[in-house]
């Protein structure tokens, strides 16, 4: 049974870049999320995100709603994370030493898929439930929605590079464990467990934005 290990990141993931560097090769180093973080947020919007955006953040705050949709978002936050949490106990739990490189990317990048997915519908439900509280809420979730879009492409090309990254750690345990003459379930279980330990992180950096969004609900 794999532990499952809570790993809390920074806003700009910073406990998920130094969680990867403990995995990666010393000479090869995964970098600071914090250096350039502005500077590259403005290259990543390009012109027609920053219109949208900028729309956005100018719209005309309309007449409050006369009710606002139900919804417990830090329940259904809590749900998701269960969801998300055991699934990955299980198939990492099954992950056996014959494993392949090509197979164990394909499932990394299949549970960042995972992650992806049920995170995008929280935030979208918790954007449905920002635009009907308040205006300036309304005005939050447009704001947000613009953002999602923008940064999207270049969320999932940084966060590609982590199954290649993990193929590496994977060989050099497995390489290290065969020169020791460890059964192969000693190394197994150390790779379980650090691919438990990355996705969580990785679940945590996404749900960043919606924890922000929720705090802003719970404060109206």
Sequence with gaps: MVQQVRVRTSLTGVALVRLLETL?????????????FVDGLVQWVGWADAIALSAALDRPLAAGATSFLEFDARAQCERVR???????????????????????????????????????????????????RTPELARLAAVDAVMTRALSAQERRLLASIPGLMERHCRRLR???????????TWVNVFRQDMYAVLLAELDLRMQPV??????LDDN
């Design 24 to 36: 990666t090769d010393s000479r090869v180093r995964v970098g600071d999320a914090r250096a350039g």
């Design 82 to 132: 269960a969801t998300v949490a055991q699934a990955l106990t299980r198939d990492v739990a099954a992950m056996d030493a014959d494993i392949g490189y090509t197979l164990l990317r394909r499932r990394f990048v299949a549970h960042q898929q995972f992650l992806e997915e049920k995170v995008g519908e929280l935030r979208e439900s918790v954007r449905a439930a920002l635009a009907a």
């Design 175 to 185: 390489e290290a464990g065969d020169d020791e003459g460890e059964a192969n379930d």
């Design 211 to 216: 924890e922000g969004l929720i705090e802003a």
